[in-house]
């Protein structure tokens, strides 16, 4: 799980507008914009969200996880959260609760998922 940040922390922390134009409707306020520097050279110009990590999980999930959700899917909302949870392994749903269930606000927060 991620918050949405108005001034990096870390600079890697960096989700493009490009290939997340989803995140829009949620974060638009905290749109910025940032200089890197090409494979030429030169400076240019990208929008994005910077972020910072809150929470992390790499197990736990059930097979039908993989069904319902896929790599790269954003979790932006309390419902898609409670979907996510009936996803996980039983050994794992204490730990859901305290890190992800508890800390999660909706328009703040979000879960990216990748496998």
């Known amino acids: 799980m991620i918050e949405i940040i108005e001034k990096p922390k870390l600079k890697m922390c960096w989700l493009s507008e490009d290939e ?7 974060f638009s306020d905290l749109i910025t914009t940032r200089k890197t520097e090409s494979e030429n050279g030169t400076l240019v110009s990208e929008k ?4 910072e990590e809150i929470s992390y999980q790499r197990k736990g999930v ?3 996880f993989f069904k ?3 790599t790269d899917d954003f979790v932006l909302t309390k419902d ?3 979907k996510l949870q009936k996803c996980l392994k039983k050994e ?5 609760e305290s890190d992800f269930m508890q800390k999660f606000r909706e328009k703040k927060n979000l879960i990216m998922i990748s496998y």
Do not use: M, R, S
């Not at 997340?20 to 949620?26: A, G, I, V």
């Not at 994005?48 to 972020?51: A, F, I, L, R, V």
């Not at 794992?92 to 859901?96: R, S």
């Open 20 to 26: 997340n134009p989803e995140l829009q409707n949620y």
């Open 48 to 51: 994005g969200y910077y972020y």
């Open 62 to 64: 059930k097979a039908v």
């Open 68 to 70: 319902k959700f896929g």
């Open 80 to 82: 898609k959260l409670f």
């Open 92 to 96: 794992y749903l204490d730990t859901f």
